[in-house]
């Protein structure tokens, strides 16, 4: 069965660094695209960035570009998320997920953010 685990979440300061992990199994993980999502109290959830099978394309929403990475590592069914000069309205719940529809009801539990002083 399809199973995304999210971990790496915490209490930061503004301008501090996280780092977030996603373990995916029940899929050919390296076939591919994953991405990350965010979804903060009361807003819709959002797409923040994508890496493609092989790792060779990302894209990054407005918002996180420039201060987000998104890798992966096939030989581990691992997607990471490098979160830097985080800031107060980066506070949500991330989750990880394949960035397509069919795809909608296999989300996981979300690794919580909260970016405060």
């Known amino acids: 069965q399809v199973q995304l685990v999210e971990s790496g979440g915490g209490l930061v300061q503004p301008g501090g660094s996280l780092r977030l992990s996603c373990a995916a199994s029940?899929?050919?993980?390296?076939?591919?695209?994953m991405g990350w999502y965010r979804q903060a109290p009361g807003k819709e959830r959002e797409l923040v960035a994508t890496?493609?099978?092989?790792?060779?394309?990302?894209n990054y929403s407005d918002s996180v570009k420039g201060r987000f990475t998104i890798s992966r590592d096939n030989a581990k069914n691992t997607v990471y998320l490098q979160m830097n000069s985080l800031k107060p309205e980066d506070t949500a719940m991330y989750y990880c997920k394949r960035p397509v529809r069919q795809w909608d009801n296999y989300w996981g539990q979300g690794t919580q953010v909260t970016v405060s002083s």
């Open positions: 890496i493609r099978f092989d790792g060779s394309i990302t």
């Open positions: 029940g899929f050919i993980f390296s076939s591919y695209s």
